[in-house]
Nanobody, 115 residues
Framework: QVQLVESGGGTVQAGGSLRLSCEPS????????MGWYRQAPGKQRELVAD???????NYAASVKGRFTISRDNTKHTVYLQMNSLKPEDTAVYYC?????????WGQGTQVTVSS
């Protein structure tokens, strides 16, 4: 299967910023939806944000106004700009891409926000 490669995770202080990126291991065209999910210890995985091929975005209420999702269709890449980070944003972040009815996932990248 196609694997998604994530980068940009790390540890930052509250109020800081990170930019996550994710791209497939090989070129994959006609991706309908790209998105980011996260899972904190002891919690269920949740949708953070997603974006359609036409640029329609959807955000979890907890990140609205702080995070921005974008995509570059020429590079087959999805980004998540994370600003004003809070300790509760600490989680493993997973990217996803939907292609002809199949969801592809990254391995996850750790984001840790210290107080």
């Amino acid at each position: 299967q196609v694997q998604l490669v994530e980068s940009g995770g790390g540890t930052v202080q509250a109020g800081g910023s990170l930019r996550l990126s994710c791209e497939p291991s090989r070129s994959i065209f006609s991706i309908s939806v790209m998105g980011w999910y996260r899972q904190a210890p002891g919690k269920q995985r949740e949708l953070v944000a997603d974006i359609t091929r036409d640029g329609i975005t959807n955000y979890a209420a907890s990140v609205k106004g702080r995070f921005t999702i974008s995509r570059d269709n020429t590079k087959h890449t999805v980004y998540l700009q994370m600003n004003s980070l809070k300790p509760e944003d600490t989680a493993v972040y997973y990217c996803s891409m939907r292609h002809f009815g199949v969801n592809y996932w990254g391995q996850g990248t750790q984001v840790t926000v210290s107080s």
